[in-house]
C-alpha cells in the first residue's frame, strides 16, 4: 500500500538510519541502480528480443514470455530491457524500463540477509528521492517469489510522477546480490501487460548452486541486432 512520503517520520529532522544487520553491509553499490527517472533514454537504442533465460553472476532468470518484452544491452552481470508497442511504422512506444544486476558482497561477514539489503536499499533511496519522494510502499515479499524483496516508490520528475519498483535477493552464502529496478509512467502499472510477465520471469530467478563458493558464469554481451517481431530487423528508434 503507497503511503505519503509527507507522513514518512524517516524524512523528519533529526532521525537517523539504524545499522541494518550485524555487519552492516556497505550498500552504496545499491546507489549505481539510480537509472534514468525518465522512462526513455536519450539517443539511439536497438530493440533485441530477450534470449530464453540469463546468468547474471551467479544468478539466473527466465524471460519475461512476451514478444513485446525486448532487451536493449546486456552483459555477464546485468541486462536492461523496455516493453515496447509498435505504434506505426517508425513509432513504438515504451511503457517501461527494466534493469537488473547482480553484484558481489565485499564484506566477508556480513550477516543480514535478503530483507535486511532491501531494507537498507529502501533507506538509501528513500532518502537519495529527498523532496522529490511522493509516496512509496513499505519493504514486503515479492508473493510471486519468497526470496525476493520488493517495494516501490513514486518520485515527481517536472509536472509528472514515475513510478519505481525494485527488487533485491541475496544470494544463500551471502556473496552476490541481486538488484532490479522497473521504471514506468503508470500509476496502475500493476495491471499494465508488461507487469505479469515480469513477475513470472522474477518468480525464476534462483542462485546456481553449483556456483556456490566459485567462480560465476559469465553471460556473454549482447552486440548484433536480431530478427524483429515480424521477421525482419528490429528497428532502431528514437525514445
Known amino acids: 500500500?503507497?503511503?505519503?512520503?509527507?507522513?514518512?517520520?524517516r524524512l523528519s529532522p533529526g532521525w537517523r538510519a539504524p545499522r541494518?544487520?550485524?555487519?552492516?553491509?556497505?550498500?552504496?553499490?545499491?546507489?549505481v541502480l539510480v537509472f534514468p527517472l525518465a522512462v526513455s533514454a536519450q539517443g539511439m537504442i536497438v530493440l533485441n528480443p530477450m534470449p530464453p533465460s540469463y546468468d547474471l553472476g551467479g544468478f539466473s532468470l527466465s524471460s519475461p514470455p512476451v514478444d513485446n518484452?525486448?532487451?536493449?544491452?546486456?552483459?555477464a552481470t546485468s541486462f536492461q530491457a523496455v516493453y515496447a508497442e509498435r505504434v506505426s511504422d517508425v513509432d513504438i512506444n515504451q511503457r517501461c524500463h527494466f534493469l537488473a544486476e547482480s553484484h558481489k558482497v565485499d564484506e566477508p561477514d556480513y550477516q543480514g540477509d535478503s530483507a535486511s539489503a532491501a531494507t537498507a536499499a529502501w533507506i538509501q533511496h528513500t532518502e537519495l528521492r529527498g523532496?522529490?519522494?511522493v509516496a512509496f510502499t513499505r519493504v514486503q515479499v515479492l508473493a510471486e517469489a519468497p526470496e525476493i524483496f520488493t517495494f516501490s516508490l513514486v518520485v515527481k520528475v517536472?509536472?509528472?510522477n514515475v513510478q519505481e519498483t525494485f527488487f533485491i535477493m541475496l544470494a544463500p552464502d551471502k556473496s552476490e546480490y541481486f538488484v532490479a529496478k522497473l521504471t514506468t509512467k503508470e500509476p496502475q502499472f500493476r495491471e499494465a501487460p508488461f507487469y505479469a510477465p515480469l513477475l513470472?520471469?522474477?518468480?525464476?530467478?534462483h542462485w546456481r548452486t553449483e556456483q556456490a563458493g566459485g567462480d560465476s558464469l559469465a553471460a556473454e554481451t549482447t552486440e548484433d541486432v536480431v530478427a524483429g517481431e515480424s521477421g525482419g530487423e528490429a528497428p532502431a528508434v528514437q525514445p
Open 69 to 75: 518484452w525486448r532487451e536493449t544491452q546486456s552483459s
Open 20 to 31: 541494518v544487520g550485524a555487519g552492516a553491509l556497505p550498500w552504496a553499490l545499491v546507489l
Open 158 to 160: 517536472g509536472e509528472e
Open 200 to 205: 513470472l520471469s522474477l518468480s525464476t530467478l
Open 1 to 9: 500500500m503507497l503511503e505519503s512520503a509527507d507522513a514518512d517520520h
Open 131 to 133: 523532496e522529490a519522494l
